[in-house]
């Protein structure tokens, strides 16, 4: 982040999981509650002007082993997803694995913006707090508030934070599905490839 912009609070995520007996839903407690923020790596390597928070990661589409041990699940085949989630937090990326998916919160600071890039992934979004301009490749532009929902397919794009001050301190929240994709080709068979460095070459 930019010198003298507020490093955001940690967010409360829950996880659920069943009694291995009675099957009952209970509360998971592999891991903590609280997920921190960590800067949005986009471009790579150039100063970060947002924040993200990875909520939940999958690696498997179904997603396999949410059974809880037992004497019919051993401990290394139980609550597979948990695992590989709390393996993925030493060194979270916002985006979903090749199989799976991310559940990742993006937080934009008062006057800034998320620059122009793609991503292999259909996301589903939901503004959580604030108003944002959704800023194509093409030019085109969206604006969109709080409780607005968005699907991205793989498409070329950019987010600009026009929340006012009075309005959650002039912060952009936004709710993120991110999944994986088959390649989009074009016209000739020309493959449209994931650029996080989009704005660089705009430039």
Known sequence: MSAGQRQPEPLRRIITTHDPISGRATFSNVVGEQVSFTGFPVPPGKPTTSNYALAYSTTTFPVQGLSPPS???PMCKANLDVKHYHSRLSDPSPLNPPT??????????????????RTVTLDYGVVVDGTTELVLDSGEKKSMTKGDVFVQRGTAHAWRNMTEKHDNSGILRVFFVFQPIEQVRLEGGKVVDQDLNLSLREA
Do not use: D, K, L, N
């Open 71 to 73: 004497s019919a699940i």
């Open 100 to 117: 799976g998916t991310s559940c990742t919160i993006i937080e934009v600071p008062p006057g800034s913006a998320v620059p122009m890039h």
